[in-house]
């Protein structure tokens, strides 16, 4: 043991006395590197800038090997995630005015992220988010520091219904489309149809509310190339009605369906387009039976029916 003690000792010396004659030849040339330049380098640069250079290569590979990506997408932007160690994380979102669309919804169309800061929230970039939304008229954005935020917005309200190509929409007052038609609740609505109908479809719903013992039984209004109405009743029978004067030919209507009740009398249609008549079209069946009845009168009359 005593033996493999002292080689111990011989080896450690040994090695010690190389790494002293590499220090003192390394000193040495520091020093006359210093005295041929006149320049003094810090002691301990060398290995600082290897230091700083395996940092370097690891922040590289950390860059293209899209490892920043993802931790931006799971806790945000550097900026959001120092933001929010100092406590202005987003951690309250209170929601007013909105009442088709719930809270929770008005918070994901917002674009509001778990991993988003108040600091660095942009609330314009939110409230452009919200208009984009059919059913949202208006919204605001306020941020309540250190982590309060407020959503205040101003729903679309349905308004009426709208056909066309054979797809169903609900739309607002001014026309603007809101969503398709899935609920029944939305049927008692007023029913345009035809290109460019929702345009005007306040004239139309202003139009049946002259005439609110029709308004019932009053199924559509179509607009005819873009100029006029025409009325689609319950039962199927269409008014035609003038691109001028439309509110008194419906009043003028209802006066003779009143004494005459003439949409019981299979009429498929009653064109009001002349201020001066009323044409109405039969169905063939009511057709024929007039035609009958003419033939009957005439032969009652003496007469021969052609």
């Known amino acids: 043991m005593d033996g493999g003690g002292r080689l111990g000792q011989k080896v450690t010396h040994w090695f010690g006395g190389i790494a002293e004659a590499v220090a003192l030849f390394r000193a040495e040339r520091a020093a006359h590197r210093r005295a041929k330049t006149g320049l003094q380098i810090p002691r301990g640069i060398g290995s600082s800038a290897a230091i700083l250079f395996v940092f370097a290569c690891g922040g590289a590979g950390f860059f293209m090997g899209g490892h920043y990506e993802t931790l931006r997408r799971e806790q945000g932007s550097l900026s959001d995630m120092l933001a929010r160690g100092f406590g202005f994380g987003i ?48 919204a605001s954005i306020t941020k309540l520091y250190p982590d309060r935020l407020v959503i205040n917005v101003r729903e679309r309200v349905p308004y009426a219904l709208w056909q066309l190509d054979g797809r169903v929409q609900i739309i607002a007052e001014d026309g603007t489309p809101i969503e398709d038609l899935h609920d029944r609740r939305f049927l008692r609505l007023p029913h345009v149809v035809g290109p460019d109908a929702n345009k005007r479809v306040k004239e139309f719903a202003e139009l049946i509310e002259q005439v609110p013992e029709l308004k019932d039984r009053i199924r559509a209004g179509i607009l005819v190339s873009s100029r006029r109405w025409t009325i689609k009743l319950q039962n199927g029978v269409d008014i035609r009605l003038p691109e001028e004067g439309a509110e008194k030919a419906l009043k003028a209507f209802l006066d003779i369906e009143k004494d005459a009740g003439l949409t019981n009398r299979g009429i498929l249609a009653i064109d009001l387009r002349l201020p001066d008549r009323v044409t109405v079209r039969l169905t063939e069946e009511a057709a024929a039976i007039h035609a009958e009845t003419i033939k009957e009168k005439v032969k009652k009359w003496g007469g021969k029916a052609s």
């Open 91 to 138: 951690r309250h979102i209170a929601v007013s005015g909105n009442s088709e669309l719930t809270s929770e919804e008005v918070v994901e169309l917002s674009g509001v992220r778990d991993t988003d800061s108040l600091p660095f929230l942009d609330p314009k970039q939110l409230q452009a988010h919200l208009a984009a939304v059919p059913m949202i008229a208006e």
